[in-house]
T-cell receptor, first 114, second 112 residues
Framework: ETGVTQSPTHLIKTRGQQVTLRCSSQ?????VSWYQQALGQGPQFIFQ???????GRGNFPPRFSGLQFPNYSSELNVNALELDDSALYLC?????????????FGPGTRLTVL | DAKTTQPNSMESNEEEPVHLPCNHS???????IHWYRQLPSQGPEYVIH???SNVNNRMASLAIAEDRKSSTLILHRATLRDAAVYYC?????????????FGGGTRLMVKP
């Protein structure tokens, strides 16, 4: 029932390149969050957008940036890729920004940096 | 968000009940207890949440200790499809923004 989609499914890049990952949220969901999940670990919060503005950020450097669009789609951009950026990137959407709102996750994009 | 402690892994037999424990001894009065699970090759999915009282939904039950320092997620009849990593997460009710702070979770294995 999630309705959250992500593209591409898999991606291979080389160190130093830039990458853009895309997410399509559920219709009507004003909040999108992005998470990074390294192999064998729980997801780590990158940042959150509410009505097209960033309103929360985890412990990630500025080369991780994002955009949210009025049509409920969003992007995660990563510049100057490093080997440690290899991970599963998850987006999650929710109705609002209330802390008890359920987050609906997409299936993720698997990024490999060589 | 306050920290939670869960066993790394648990095993269950199919069609038997499963009790997944979570300790959160530093929980504050406004923290909600949320459970998410992540099936293989999928993103996490919401399971259940509660504040003080026990909660039931179609997926599971959540039993919260009287002092709220621990909780237990109960799957009444485990199926093979319930094999997943289960995350217990505390979320502060008054916190603007709704990031989830995931720990390592409990990997549940279900044997046929």
């Amino acid at each position: 029932e999630t309705g959250v989609t992500q593209s591409p499914t898999h991606l291979i890049k080389t160190r130093g390149q830039q990458v853009t990952l895309r997410c399509s949220s559920q219709s009507g969901h004003n909040t999108v969050s992005w998470y990074q999940q390294a192999l064998g670990q729980g997801p780590q919060f990158i940042f959150q957008y509410y009505r097209e503005e960033e309103n929360g950020r985890g412990n990630f450097p500025p080369r991780f940036s994002g955009l949210q669009f009025p049509n409920y789609s969003s992007e995660l951009n990563v510049n100057a890729l490093e080997l440690d950026d290899s991970a599963l990137y998850l987006c999650a959407s929710s109705l609002g920004e209330v802390s008890t709102d359920t987050q609906y996750f997409g299936p993720g994009t698997r990024l490999t940096v060589l | 968000d306050a920290k939670t402690t869960q066993p790394n892994s648990m095993e269950s037999n199919e069609e038997e009940p499963v009790h997944l424990p979570c300790n959160h001894s530093t929980i504050s009065g406004t923290d909600y207890i949320h459970w998410y699970r992540q099936l293989p090759s999928q993103g996490p999915e919401y399971v259940i949440h509660g504040l003080t009282s026990n909660v039931n939904n179609r997926m599971a039950s959540l039993a919260i200790a009287e002092d709220r320092k621990s909780s237990t997620l109960i799957l009444h009849r485990a199926t093979l499809r319930d094999a997943a990593v289960y995350y217990c997460i505390l979320r502060e009710a008054n916190n603007a923004g709704n990031m989830l702070t995931f720990g390592g979770g409990t990997r549940l294995m279900v044997k046929p």
